[in-house]
């Protein structure tokens, strides 16, 4: 028995030392393939967002190439390995529809670009800069730095929000002062104070400030500003500070919200 053990070992371990050493080699070249190919992305007119989903496409398909010549080195028939890959794949496909379902949203937010790598989008409740696309998830970064990871067939399936695809948004503020106020006054401060700032914009129109609604317990005006996307939050900021300070320069009374409560006495 030892010695038909050892008489197949010797038979087979040429072979078995052939399919090791590819296997080795094929990994080791399927780095330098990969490494080789991110700088040639890096250098070429390729859109970004693609690059890490083509990467890792790339990747999966040298590893499943590798893996079929390790096995025909075996001398496995080429026959069986197709079946096997076959009964693979479906089993996989079975068991991984989800997955399968991530790679076909990649696919689809590549070719469809709703987004690229650098804009500031929402995507299923979630809001952060595009990180990375790759073959089954988006990452996203949020604004105080979490990465968050969203699968790419969810992605396709809900509404997506770009805040920097347009250059120019439109920044909506809104404004409460009393009843007692001199609302027109207060529409005059603030429109100076927008049509003054760098980041205001004259086009595609001028600031416009009105008295927006009769709220229950004050008036409501609204600031509606132009600006290029990067300055959105700045105007915003500099908007709600500036008009705080000119309202208590000019007595203009920002109100609490007021109940007046009527008792009977019968």
């Known amino acids: 028995m030892a010695d038909r053990f050892l008489k197949w070992l010797e038979n087979i371990l040429p072979t078995l030392i052939a399919a090791i050493v590819i296997l080795i080699a094929g990994l080791i070249l399927s780095k330098i393939a990969i490494k080789l190919m991110s700088k040639g992305l890096k250098r070429s007119k390729i859109d970004p967002t693609a690059h890490s989903f083509m990467l890792s496409l790339v990747k999966t398909v040298l590893y499943v190439f590798i893996f079929i010549i390790v096995l025909s080195t075996l001398n496995v028939p080429m026959s069986s390995i197709i079946a096997a890959v076959g009964a693979a794949g479906l089993a996989i496909g079975l068991a991984l529809q989800n997955s399968l379902s991530n790679l076909a949203g ?138 705080k300070d000119e309202f208590d320069k000019n007595g203009i009374e920002i109100p609490f919200d007021q109940l007046d409560v009527h008792i009977d006495n019968n």
Not at 211 to 225: D, G, P, Q, T
């Open 106 to 243: 990649g696919f689809i937010i590549l070719f469809s670009k709703p987004f690229k790598k650098g804009d500031y989008v929402e995507l299923c409740g979630q809001s952060g800069i595009v990180e990375e696309i790759s073959i089954l998830y988006t990452k996203l970064l949020t604004v105080d730095n979490k990465a968050v990871h969203i699968p790419n067939g969810q992605i396709t399936n809900t509404t997506i929000t770009n805040y920097t695809e347009e250059n120019l948004r439109r920044l909506d503020l809104y404004f409460n002062v009393a009843y007692d106020t001199d609302f027109r006054k207060a529409i005059s401060i603030i429109e100076k104070l927008a049509k003054e700032h760098p980041m205001a914009l004259d086009a595609p129109e001028a600031p416009l400030v009105r008295l927006f609604a009769h709220e229950s317990s004050s008036l409501k005006i609204v600031a509606r500003i132009w600006v290029a996307s990067e300055n959105y939050w700045t105007l915003n900021f500099d908007m709600m500070e500036n008009v």
